[in-house]
């Protein structure tokens, strides 16, 4: 079956706009987690959402936002975006609420913020 | 919520040589502990997990991790190197209908 996948791959923007990045999870998974990957720094959790609530959330500023849709798909979304947001933005699913089960990554939208 | 710590930050080995990898974590109830390795160019996969029973577990490729609970840790280990696992692995520590918190990542590089 299909994997996690996510739009778009790669992005450039400027600081202060906003951007939206897309995951459409592996069919059947209820559950999505978004994390922030920086080297050095590993992956940080910015949240997780099942069956369209937010069940949990990382320490990052409002700027950071997301939501699910009645089909799974996830959205999240940066605004007022600063330089410091340049990184890796994983989007993971999984078959269990509160990702007590294997995630399931994506490759991830990689954005630079220039 | 949870936290974990792992030691190394970039590690460099010889083919043959062993490998052991440190993941300690701070959660003071029931926990599921995994590692993911980073193939570079790859998405992130799992390499093992451990959820209760046996605390020696084997993972794919010849990884295995020992979960010990009075430590709080997890390391990981492989008793030979392989060129191919050159990658970043991280350790991630769930608790139940908590999220899945990972640590910084160590970065591996087998020299062939």
């Known amino acids: 079956k299909a994997g996690v996948t996510q739009t778009p791959r790669y992005l450039i923007k400027t600081r202060g706009q906003q951007v939206t990045l897309s995951c459409s999870p592996i069919?059947?998974?209820?559950?999505v987690s978004w994390y922030q990957q920086t080297p050095g720094q590993g992956l940080q959790f910015l949240f997780e959402?099942?069956?369209?609530?937010?069940?949990n959330k990382g320490n990052f500023p409002g700027r950071f936002s997301g939501r699910q849709f009645s089909n799974s798909r996830s959205e999240m979304n940066v605004s007022t975006l600063e330089l410091g947001d340049s990184a890796l933005y994983l989007c993971?699913?999984?078959?269990?609420?509160?990702?007590?089960?294997?995630?399931?990554f994506g490759e991830g939208s990689r954005l630079t913020v220039l | 919520a949870q936290s974990v710590s792992q030691h190394n930050h970039h590690v460099i080995l010889s083919e043959a040589a062993s490998l052991e990898l440190g993941c300690n974590y701070s959660?003071?109830?029931?926990?599921?502990l995994f590692w993911y390795v980073q193939y570079p160019g790859q998405h992130l996969q799992l390499l093992l997990k451990?959820?209760?029973?046996?605390?020696l577990v084997k993972g794919i490729k010849g990884f295995e991790a020992e979960f010990i609970k009075s430590k709080f840790s997890f390391n990981l280990r492989k008793p030979s190197v392989q060129w191919s696992d050159t990658a970043e692995y991280f350790c991630?520590?769930?608790?139940?209908?908590?999220?899945?918190?990972f640590g910084a990542g160590t970065r591996l590089t087998v020299k062939p």
């Open positions: 993971a699913s999984s078959g269990t609420q509160g990702a007590t089960g294997e995630l399931f």
């Open positions: 069919s059947g998974h209820r559950s």
């Open positions: 959402y099942f069956s369209e609530t937010q069940r």
């Open positions: 959660y003071g109830g029931t926990v599921n």
């Open positions: 451990y959820f209760s029973g046996d605390p």
């Open positions: 991630a520590v769930n608790a139940p209908n908590n999220d899945m918190r």
